[in-house]
């Protein structure tokens, strides 16, 4: 019979744990980590100059320095799997006002993923650049490892409710511990990456750029598996700690 104070914990546990793979999957599927805001289209020239870069970064070949001009230019916004560009939705980018804009979004694939990265951009003979690379790869494998580590700790805990036992729910803390340390490392990743960038690629003048809601989501979510590994651990000491008193006492 498990007491009313470990329940309240579980419960709570639960519900801590669901909310955070809940922000943790919504922001890993959306494109708002890092939004770049640029000027808006003006004059003739420039206009011919944006959509060669739009197309480019929509038909062209992958190439970091390609895609990383067009999102400085194009009010871009970049995920960990995803680029978009702001654009307007009609072919007279500088002849409507209040134009309708519209958000063209490309992934990235798999073998891009693994792509190493330059020193310079877009110039393969400056050589790799090895931080950078594996920053890039690290953001990338870490909420997948977050994921899969509460997808187990999930399925530990439904056995252990069928077999009507509290024993495994130290390793579940443990297991939720982990998964939010890896995502406080995927943020960490991907903000020391973005960092790095734009120290080799110089923001154009008048262009900024901001943290996206789709980040804090993920963000959030690593305070959350902590505090749920916490409720789990002490459940899990407490309940075992007054087993044993229990059975101390039966025995004397």
């Not at 805990?157 to 077999?163: D, P």
Request: net charge neutral; glycine share 6%; hydrophobic share 40%.
């Amino acid at each position: 019979m498990v007491d009313n104070r470990y329940a309240t914990a579980l419960v709570i546990a639960c519900v801590l744990s669901l909310l955070a793979t809940v922000y943790l999957s919504v922001g890993l599927g959306t494109q708002h980590w890092y939004q770049y805001s640029s000027p808006a289209v003006r004059g003739e020239a420039n206009v011919t100059e944006l959509r060669s870069l739009y197309e480019e970064f929509m038909d062209g070949e992958f190439d970091e320095k390609t895609y990383s001009d067009t999102l400085f230019r194009l009010n871009g916004t970049v995920s960990l799997w995803w680029r978009c560009v702001l654009v307007p939705d009609s072919p007279h980018w500088n002849k409507e006002p209040d134009v309708k804009m519209k958000l063209d979004c490309r992934h990235f694939t798999l073998p891009q993923q693994f792509i190493p990265k330059y020193k310079e951009p877009g110039n393969h003979n400056s050589g790799e650049d090895m931080l950078r690379t594996y920053l890039w790869r690290c953001q990338f494998l870490l909420p997948l490892v977050s994921l899969g580590l509460v997808a187990l700790g999930g399925l530990t805990g439904f056995c252990a409710c069928l077999c009507r036992t509290l024993t495994p729910t130290l390793g579940i803390g443990v297991l939720h511990l982990l998964a939010g340390l890896c995502t406080l490392a995927t943020v960490c990743c991907y903000l020391a990456g973005m960092d790095l960038l734009h120290r080799v690629s110089m923001l154009p003048d008048k262009v900024d750029g901001s943290l996206g809601w789709s980040l804090y989501l993920a963000l959030i979510s690593s305070p959350l598996h902590m505090m749920a590994a916490a409720l789990l651990v002490w459940a899990a000491r407490s309940h075992s700690q007054n087993y044993y008193r229990m059975t101390a006492y039966r025995v004397a």
